[in-house]
């Protein structure tokens, strides 16, 4: 159960061995530095003092709770005192709980608002502040309360973009650059962050446009992709079995064949990088792609991710080389007992297109399908099924940062994959579609030929072979179902 449940989010430079159930996050060692300047605001002593008040309080009300029968407060044991001394008592810590808790949360909500307006002292109507992207009005990046105003600047609505503002305010404010204390709200932060993953702008754009300077637009992005990375990468985890089921049970609506726990599939993200001490000289600028590779459920919510392979490298030798390959072949994964099609065992499984081999657990398309025959049908609802991966794919490429070649560091590329990865989880979670590509462009249209990796291998697995038989039969039997039902009548060829 614990094996299942663990996050699949690996993130790693090239050639490096990808760890067992780990999250090895490799970034620029400045985001990571232990001896960045903690910022958080220190409590002050009138605050601290009501704090603790509250708590002595809290914790006198609880003695007399335990003790009901007798005055905990006293060595003897009068009971005819009992009643009189609650009476007396209970008012007054009532009273004092409620002063301290008051004076606690008065003194709390000064030194917040204190902080929120060190960069924008001028505000004179307290209740902008509680209005979605207040602070950013002043920025000129045409942001109205219309929730589709904030789609073009971060790819998310306005309140997606308040709620995420709330949950990561106190990451986000606890360090600046050693030395230069940087006086940014964390909302502003975050939305430079944000717009540099969501437009691809330039650090001297985007410092044009926040009136901070480079360095500090710099800081804010890689600040949000530490914080997404190291904090929140559970949002990226495969499912628990049970889980699973209702997982495959999405995939079996759709096409009819039970027991599919995922579409895996691999893409690259190009990056120039500088290999010198001159830019300017062509040969020491050289231009390389990071591959990536997801698994994504029906509705293409990303389950694991692996990234930061050279992008030369196999799909197939990709999948070899990652931890969800040696969990799934050691049994730790999509290790539920089979269902069973016309006498065949078919376990849980994955299906991927014709650069993976075929395996027991990894179903791919058969090559050159004869027309009219079960394995078009297959093809047909493999390529229904794989649909969700290409528009997670084509998602993930829509951030403006990832659409454009990466210019800069390899370690910090593969951030960026992460973080838009999270990102896209994210707003899924919450129903958010700003983020989700609804164009394929060719994609849409099924494949006529595959090349299939198996082929290279020196022998197929024929217990693989089997199982996708089968599965090849119940789809024809579907295919053919459905068009008795409905002459006219054919197989989607994008899920509803």
């Given at each position: 159960m614990g094996m299942s449940m663990c996050a699949f989010m690996y993130l790693a430079l090239?050639?490096?061995?990808?760890?067992t159930h780990s999250f090895n996050f490799l970034i620029p060692e400045k985001i990571l530095t232990s001896n960045s300047r903690e910022n958080s605001g220190k409590m002050n002593s009138r605050a601290l003092?009501?704090?603790l008040s509250s708590l002595i309080s809290e914790l006198l009300l609880l003695l007399l709770l335990l003790f009901p029968s007798s005055n905990p407060l006293s060595i003897t044991s009068n009971s005819n005192s009992g009643s009189n001394f609650y009476e007396t008592i209970f008012p007054l810590i009532h009273h004092f709980l409620s002063s301290a808790e008051l004076v606690t949360?008065?003194?709390?909500l000064s030194i917040s608002r204190k902080r929120k307006r060190i960069h924008q002292p001028d505000i004179d109507n307290e209740d902008e502040e509680d209005e979605p992207g207040s602070e950013l009005a002043r920025f000129g990046l045409g942001l109205t309360q219309n929730p589709d105003s904030f789609k073009g600047c971060f790819r998310m609505t306005s309140s997606t973009f308040e709620w995420l503002s709330g949950?990561?305010?106190?990451l986000l404010d606890c360090r600046d650059p050693i030395g230069s204390p940087l006086n940014l709200a964390a909302e502003i932060r975050l939305a430079i962050g944000l717009f540099r993953l969501a437009t691809g702008s330039d650090y001297p754009e985007i410092a044009r446009r926040f009136g901070v300077s480079e360095s500090v637009t710099r800081f804010c992005a890689k600040q949000l992709?530490?914080?997404?990375c190291t904090n929140f990468r559970f949002w990226i985890a495969f499912p628990s079995p049970i889980d699973l089921d209702s997982l495959s049970a999405s995939f079996e609506a759709l096409t009819g064949l039970p027991n599919c726990c995922g579409v895996i599939d691999c893409t690259r993200f190009k990056i120039v990088r500088n290999t010198g001490f001159n830019p300017s000289a062509k040969n020491e600028v050289r231009e390389e792609s990071?591959?990536?590779?997801?698994?994504?459920?029906?509705?293409?919510?990303i389950l694991s991710i692996v990234a930061g392979f050279r992008g030369d490298k196999t799909d197939s030798r990709i999948l070899k080389s990652?931890?969800?390959y040696k969990d799934i072949e050691g049994g730790g994964l999509l290790n539920a007992p089979p269902v069973y099609i016309n006498r065949v065992g078919l376990n849980q499984y994955l299906i991927g297109d014709g650069e993976y081999p075929l395996l027991p657990w990894l179903m791919v398309p058969f090559v050159d399908p004869v027309p009219g025959s079960i394995e078009e049908s297959f093809n047909?609802?493999?390529h229904l099924m794989h649909i969700s991966a290409l528009r997670a794919i084509a998602s993930l490429k829509d951030w403006g940062v990832l659409r454009q070649t990466v210019e800069g560091e390899f370690k910090m590329a593969v951030a960026y994959i992460g973080s838009c990865a999270i990102l896209h989880n994210v707003l899924l979670m919450r129903d958010d579609y700003s983020a989700l590509s609804d164009g394929l462009g060719d994609y849409g249209q099924i494949p006529q030929n595959f090349r299939n990796a198996c082929l290279e291998e020196s022998s197929i697995d024929s217990n693989a072979s089997v199982i996708r038989t089968a599965l090849a039969t119940r789809a024809r039997k579907l295919h053919s179902s459905s068009q008795s039902r409905d002459p006219g009548g054919s197989m989607k060829s994008e899920p509803s």
């Open positions: 090239p050639d490096s061995p990808p760890p003092a009501a704090l949360s008065l003194s709390l949950l990561l305010e106190p992709c530490r914080v997404l990071i591959a990536a590779q997801i698994v994504v459920d029906s509705s293409s919510r990652s931890t969800l047909a609802a493999h």
